[in-house]
T-cell receptor
């Protein structure tokens, strides 16, 4: 049972445009959400997170939006750069435990 | 900076061999984790540990065991490697504090091939 879903396995965006990566979840007990970025042959690196008491968190070019009623979050990257090409994982946890549940990942390709 | 290191980047083993994957973190983190990453399946939690000598099963513990004798070191053991354990193995650590401060930091991964 996939509690965190990333339905788009891949996404291609032109440099300078907005990249929008989506994530849906089913467990209503999740109250912290994180995005990780992974380059080939490297471990995932933390990108940005959001608590369920917020609906938006911004860090430079990266913004995460949370819609609790829809159990949906999205990561916006503006403007997209070639160095953003990587696999992006959405993850969630309940806040009282460290155990993260990851989505299956979306491969972002930023083209010139 | 948090540093999580894994003993090998690439490993090739034969079916039936006992395999040890080592992970060390240098930030005095309470929690440590082992995941495997497979195409189309994302990261799946194998085992985690929230204290020395403590361990809990993750989502896919079958065929694996773990050991945490020291706070900084967490080992994943494949008792008898099988070809379906060919995967990328990722170790992570976190502070163990509740809330969004409990970010997990990952090592570079070990690409294990079982022939």
């Amino acid at each position: 049972d996939q509690q965190v879903k990333q339905n788009s396995p891949s996404l291609s965006v032109q440099e300078g445009r907005i990249s929008i990566l989506n994530c849906d979840y089913t467990n209503s007990m999740f109250d912290y959400f994180l995005w990780y970025k992974k380059y080939p042959a490297e471990g995932p690196t933390f990108l940005i997170s959001i608590s369920s008491i917020k609906d938006k968190n911004e860090d430079g070019r990266f913004t995460v939006f949370l819609n609790k009623s829809a159990k949906h979050l999205s990561l916006h990257i503006v403007p997209s750069q070639p160095g953003d090409s990587a696999v992006y994982f959405c993850a969630a946890h309940t806040g009282t435990a460290s155990k993260l549940t990851f989505g299956t990942g979306t491969r972002l390709q930023v083209t010139l | 900076d948090v540093k999580v290191t894994q003993s090998s980047r690439y490993l090739v083993k034969r079916t039936g061999e006992k395999v040890f994957l080592e992970c060390v973190q240098d930030m005095d983190h309470e929690n440590m984790f082992w995941y495997r990453q497979d195409p189309g399946l994302g990261l799946r939690l194998i085992y985690f540990s929230y204290d020395v000598k403590m361990k809990e099963k993750g989502d896919i513990p079958e065929g694996y065991s773990v050991s945490r004798e020291k706070k900084e070191r967490f080992s994943l053991i494949l008792e008898s490697a099988s070809t379906n354990q060919t995967s990328m193995y990722l170790c992570a650590s976190s502070t163990g504090l509740a809330g969004d401060t409990d970010t997990q930091y990952f090592g570079p991964g070990t690409r294990l091939t079982v022939l």
